[in-house]
């Protein structure tokens, strides 16, 4: 009997292919949201310390004050610059993450009917093997008798 193959195993391995593709692209999503999420702290910090510079200084002047207005200001858009590409990426995270259940869901389904074909295969083997043990017995017997 010839060894057994799956005639689906080249779309298998490209589904896995594509899998490893859709969780790397998951990954490096959700890489780019933590940058956004540090870089938008990082700018509520630099807001944060340049209004507490000028609440411990001893001594305020008007060009001190216009300073930590500007960057009060750029601070606020781009706080919300970073929050909206936030939201982007999450966005985008979302939609891989749907791509990622669904890659696992046609790999998985290929998988078992692997498994599937392959016992059908190995019950298929075994009965011929029964059956040819039997001929051979058959056929010792008669020679003997």
Not at 60 to 74: C, F, I, K, P
Not at 102 to 115: I, Q
Request: include cysteine.
């Amino acid at each position: 009997m010839k060894p057994f193959r799956f005639s689906l195993d080249h779309v298998l391995s490209w589904r896995r292919t594509r899998l490893a593709l859709e969780e790397s692209r998951l990954e490096r999503a959700r890489a780019e949201l933590r940058a956004f999420l540090a870089a938008r702290e990082q700018v509520v910090q630099v807001r944060t310390q340049a209004q507490a510079r000028v609440g411990l200084a001893p001594s305020v002047y008007g060009s001190d004050l216009a300073n930590v207005e500007t960057v009060r200001q750029w601070s606020l858009v781009e706080a919300r610059r970073l929050s909206e590409c936030a939201a982007q990426a999450q966005r985008g995270i979302d939609a891989l993450e749907r791509a990622l259940v669904e890659a696992r869901r046609r790999v998985r389904l290929l998988e078992r009917l692997r498994e599937r074909r392959s016992a059908a295969w190995k019950a298929e083997a075994e009965r011929e093997l029964e059956e040819l043990a039997g001929e051979s017995a058959i056929a010792q017997w008669r020679r003997l008798g």
